[in-house]
């Protein structure tokens, strides 16, 4: 069985397969719908061969499909009509949880992504929990993405940056109770000094999750969340900052 793998980022969006592990990018961006990124990934790929599709995809998963729209792209990403357009069996994962399934290696392990926004998911001895930390309270009323994503690499500078990723690295280590942490997304090579409990995520991360996701399938139980959607127009409201 030969696989496409599709990850979703807010600045690249990155093409693979069985055959072609050095993945093609596409720039994406505030701008970039789903069609937009069917269109292009179907005229590079147009002369790759594979059987079954998976998309990491950088919001919530429920049942194969998008659960809300993503932050750092257009609209239009919960209705499109995936399977129709690429006419392959798709399977469907949060971005993060991709790219920790590929750098998995066993025990607890928290995944952190630093890219354009903030990536995360755990693993618990072969189960893969997506998260959704990014837009948790932080400081001074600003999330942890705002601190950690590219927002805070641009505005508070490299030095300050990585002060509050190993700060927030370890808050997010002691509250989930994790062996060890990997550490991924554009921006992580950026670090250093990491202590030894913390994993420099690879390249090829996603791509190798991409490939487990189907290869693997019956071995791994992938816990999706929400557990049940949001009737439309529900809004939880977020607690107050204590």
């Known amino acids: 069985m030969k696989i496409l793998i599709i990850d979703i980022g807010g600045t690249h969006v990155k093409v693979a397969s069985t055959d072609q592990r050095v993945p093609v990018k596409i720039l994406s961006g505030p701008t970039m719908t789903a069609a937009d990124m069917a269109r292009e990934v179907l005229a590079v790929t147009k002369s790759w061969d594979y059987d079954c599709i998976s998309i990491g995809y950088p919001g919530p998963v429920f049942h194969d499909h998008p659960l ?11 209705d499109f009509p995936y ?24 025990g607890r392990m928290l995944f952190l992504g630093v890219g354009t926004g903030l990536g995360s998911a755990m693993i618990v001895d ?3 929990i997506p998260l959704e930390l990014a837009h948790l309270p932080y400081r001074k009323g600003r999330t942890y993405e705002e601190y950690i994503g590219l927002e805070g690499l641009e505005r508070r500078g490299k030095k ?8 927030i690295i370890d808050l997010l280590k002691a509250a989930l109770i994790c062996d060890s942490v990997l550490l991924g997304g554009g921006n ?3 670090m250093k000094g990491l202590p030894h409990h913390v994993i420099l995520g690879s390249n090829s991360n996603a791509i ?3 490939l487990r996701l189907w290869q693997n399938a019956d071995e791994l139980k992938v816990l999706f969340q929400p557990e049940e959607p949001q009737a439309a127009g529900s809004k939880k409201k977020a607690r107050s900052k204590r």
Not at 68 to 78: C, D, F, R, T, Y
């Open 68 to 78: 809300a729209e993503p932050h750092n792209l257009a609209p239009g990403w919960i």
């Open 83 to 106: 399977q129709k357009t690429f006419g392959k069996p798709i399977r469907f994962i949060n971005d993060a949880a991709m790219q920790a399934l590929g750098g998995y290696r066993g």
């Open 126 to 128: 072969g189960n893969v």
């Open 160 to 167: 300050l940056w990585r002060e509050s990723v190993l700060d």
């Open 188 to 190: 992580a090579k950026l």
């Open 208 to 210: 190798e999750g991409g």
